[in-house]
């Protein structure tokens, strides 16, 4: 017989868990939280029986963590704590440190979010698993695991994450998910690694899979005349938050030459005067503004344009269209942006002020490049 106790509901807040969804990505994290349940709580049970160096054996003999449903809205999986109470293997009693175990991790989560001792609800070896949990979450998202407590709601997110991880003096480095643009300078078939050197970033090693070896290759083939790539994996970062190498490539590829994102990269380096003592160096704000604009607006099958950065502090996009030549200058300040075409047979000449904020201006943009490439026909 089976014991179905409900344990754990914790609420997933962003837009990616809106409409009763959680991405598969995320499911990898209530695993880890399974696993770290059951070592706390065998650490309660041996705060209680001081007289004992390890937990009984049959300790977690049938018990489990099981996902049962994810209720609508913010989706809310809820999990429930399963007990086979079979040849009384597995006595009632043990049930409490289980319970115990979830409270100290939503305890301790609460004091990394209100800037409170966190060792006080859990000790420092098992701090370290908060590196594989919540790992997957971006800005503005969260798991709220009290979320009916609307003081203090337990929330986990990329912020009280790292505060859990690095309260363990134990822990030395610390993983994210990341993506990365860069070059592959070296490849060694021998070790399965390659060198990533970071656009505007550090050079790093990361592991060569067999999926992943022909992209490698190629990338590092074409690396004196420019190939980049985008990897999409798991960072390990040090406590200065300085990336050491990448633990996992989860996907790899290769870059078009005038990728946004990557040349935009670029030009994070620049500092004030980078123009013979002159010109501002462009904003980070604006700089991950436009990338995102070009990411969310600009249609795949249209060609990109290049990228240069201007003396006051913007970026100018080029396009050569056969017979034609199109700028387009964008100031960081008011999201506005300078269209100019011209017509190098006739020397016919058309400008046009976008606000680029508004989808409208990225429409008519994508438009007049559609007419002159014959996309939009």
Same mark, same amino acid.
Request: charged share 25%.
């Given at each position: ?58 300790? =977690? %003999?049938?018990?489990? /963590?099981?996902? &049962? ?10 999990? !429930? +704590?399963? #007990? ?90 610390? =993983? %994210?998910?990341?993506? /990365?643009?860069? &070059? ?10 390659? !060198? +990533?050197? #970071? ?179």
């Amino acid at each position: 017989m089976t014991q179905h106790i409900p344990f754990l509901s914790p609420k997933m807040e962003g837009a990616r868990f809106d409409g009763h969804a959680i991405p598969l990505e995320m499911l990898k994290d209530l695993a880890v939280l399974e696993e770290m349940i059951i070592e706390v709580a065998k650490w309660r049970y041996l705060q209680e029986h001081q007289d004992r160096k390890r937990s009984p054996r049959h300790f =977690t %003999e049938g018990i489990s /963590l099981k996902l &049962t449903a994810v209720t609508e809205g913010s989706a809310v999986p809820h999990l !429930e +704590l399963c #007990v086979e109470e079979t040849w009384g293997l597995f006595p009632p009693v043990n049930q409490a440190y289980f319970e115990r175990a979830r409270d100290s991790i939503i305890g301790a989560i609460n004091a990394a979010e209100h800037d409170e001792p966190i060792v006080n609800h859990l000790p420092d070896n098992l701090l370290g698993y908060f590196d594989r949990i919540g790992r997957g979450l971006r800005d503005g998202e969260a798991m709220l695991f009290d979320p009916a407590n609307h003081d203090r709601p337990a929330r986990l997110n990329k912020v009280t994450r790292r505060k859990l991880v690095l309260a363990s003096s134990q822990v030395q480095e610390l =993983t %994210e998910e990341v993506t /990365l643009r860069g &070059t592959v300078p070296e490849a060694d078939q021998g070790k399965m690694s390659f !060198e +990533l050197q #970071v656009i505007n970033g550090p050079k790093v090693v990361a592991p060569i899979t067999a999926q992943h070896l022909v992209t490698v290759l190629e990338a590092f083939n074409g690396y004196r005349q420019g190939a980049r790539v985008l990897l999409q994996g798991v960072g390990r970062y040090n406590r200065c938050d300085r990336l050491q190498s990448i633990e996992t490539v989860e996907h790899i590829s290769m870059l078009d030459a005038n990728d946004i994102a990557a040349r935009l990269d670029e030009f994070r380096s620049l500092k004030h005067g980078w123009l013979a003592g002159k010109g501002f160096a462009p904003s980070m704000q604006g700089l991950d503004w436009l990338a995102s604009c070009f990411d969310v607006y600009y249609p795949e099958g249209l060609p990109l344009p290049y990228l240069y950065p201007t003396a006051e502090g913007g970026v100018q996009a080029e396009w050569s269209l056969g017979e034609h030549e199109i700028s387009l200058e964008v100031n960081f300040d008011t999201h506005l942006g300078e269209w100019h075409s011209l017509n190098l047979t006739s020397q016919e000449e058309t400008t046009s002020d976008l606000k680029l904020d508004e989808v409208d201006a990225w429409q008519w943009l994508a438009a007049e490049i559609g007419k002159l490439t014959g996309a939009g026909q």
